[in-house]
Nanobody, 119 residues
Framework: QVQLVESGGGLVQAGGALRLSCAAS????????MGWFRKAPGKEREFVAS????????GYSDSVKGRFTISRDSAKNTVYLQMGSLKPEDTAVYYC????????????WGQGTQVTVSS
């Protein structure tokens, strides 16, 4: 069974930075896309970023483009989200996700890690 364990969340002031990590286990992820979603209170769940297995292809939502960077260490089955220039509206629970390259659906989700940005 796939397990995704996030870490790195916390409280930070506006303008600050945080790095989230997600360690994946349970299978070989060579044909999988990894990424991040977030869910803020009272808002819809939102795609944040994704990265291909090789790391050569990345995607970002417009709301984080230029401020967040996604990367992965395939040898460690770990994906990272470096978040900078944080804003209060970035406050949310951040979820690590995985999907097969053949699918548009993220089938596997982590338990989430809270990020709170104070103004």
């Amino acid at each position: 069974q796939v397990q995704l364990v996030e870490s790195g969340g916390g409280l930070v002031q506006a303008g600050g930075a945080l790095r989230l990590s997600c360690a994946a286990s349970g299978r070989t992820f060579s044909s999988y896309v990894m990424g991040w979603f977030r869910k803020a209170p009272g808002k819809e769940r939102e795609f944040v970023a994704s990265i291909s297995w090789s790391g050569g292809s990345t995607g970002y939502s417009d709301s984080v483009k230029g401020r967040f960077t996604i990367s992965r260490d395939s040898a460690k089955n770990t994906v990272y989200l470096q978040m900078g220039s944080l804003k209060p509206e970035d406050t949310a629970v951040y979820y690590c996700v995985v999907r097969s390259v053949q699918s548009r659906t993220y089938a596997f989700w982590g338990q989430g890690t809270q990020v709170t940005v104070s103004s």
